[in-house]
């Protein structure tokens, strides 16, 4: 008898754990968004050369810059 309180014991926490995991993960996906769709299209300093900007369409970096 004391063998199946143990096992009740056990499938229990291992649900709640399970159920944990489902929720924090759940919430956490809800909350963030790919960098790309934070960014607004625009000159943005170039990360290669100071001197320079460089276009962000919303989506890609592009092959455009002109100096600062």
Do not use: K
Request: without cysteine; glycine residues 4%; hydrophobic residues 55%.
């Amino acid at each position: 008898m004391h063998w199946l309180i143990v096992f009740f014991v056990f499938i229990v926490v291992a649900v709640g754990i399970v159920a944990l995991v489902l929720v924090l993960v759940r919430s956490s996906s809800a909350r963030t968004t790919p960098a790309a769709e934070q960014i607004v299209q625009g000159w943005y300093p170039d990360a290669m050369d100071p001197r320079f900007v460089r276009w962000f369409d919303g989506r890609v970096w592009t092959d455009q810059v002109r100096p600062r």
